[in-house]
C-alpha cells in the first residue's frame, strides 16, 4: 500500500494481483455494499464508470483506492480482495496502453510531442473545468 499527501487529505493505493474473487467485488461495488464505493455513490454515471474503468468478472489485478483512509479501513480493503498484494510500480506496465488510448480518443500524432499521463491528464482536467 501507498499513501498520497494530496493538500492535507490523504489517497491511500493497493495493487492486488492473482485476484479470484473479481466478480463478487464488482457485484458489491454495484449494489454499493463496498464502504470504499461510498465516495462514488452519488455520482450520476457510475454505472458507465464501472463499466469503462471498473473491474470485470475476469479481472485477475486490481487497484484499490481510497481518500483519508485509516489504517484499519485498508486493512479492511486488503480483508475483501483475495489475492496478493504487489508493487504499485508495477501498474503502469500491466495497463493496457491500446485501451486508454481508445477510450481517451489520443492520438499517435499527440504521443508525438508528449506523453500518454500528459494527454489523459489534460483531458480530464479540461472535463472538469466544463
Do not use: W
Not at 450520476?44 to 464501472?50: A, D, G, K, N, R
Not at 481510497?66 to 489504517?71: C, I
Not at 504499485?88 to 504521443?111: F, M, P, T, W
Amino acid at each position: 500500500m501507498k499513501v498520497f499527501d494530496i493538500d492535507g487529505s490523504t489517497l491511500s493505493l493497493a495493487l492486488y494481483d492473482d485476484v479470484t474473487n473479481s466478480k463478487e467485488l464488482l457485484e458489491s461495488m454495484q449494489a454499493g455494499m463496498l464502504e470504499p464505493e461510498i465516495a462514488f455513490l452519488n455520482a450520476s454515471l457510475i454505472t458507465e464508470s464501472l463499466k469503462r474503468c471498473g473491474i470485470s468478472e475476469s479481472s485477475t489485478y486490481v487497484l484499490a483506492a481510497r481518500f483519508n483512509a485509516s489504517p484499519d479501513e485498508m486493512e479492511a480493503v486488503q480483508k475483501i480482495v483475495n489475492g496478493k498484494e504487489i508493487d504499485l510500480e508495477q501498474l503502469e506496465g500491466r495497463a493496457n496502453a491500446s485501451q486508454i488510448k481508445k477510450h481517451y480518443k489520443v492520438s499517435g500524432q499527440e504521443l508525438g510531442i508528449g506523453l500518454l499521463a500528459d494527454a489523459i491528464t489534460c483531458r480530464i482536467a479540461g472535463r472538469d473545468a466544463l
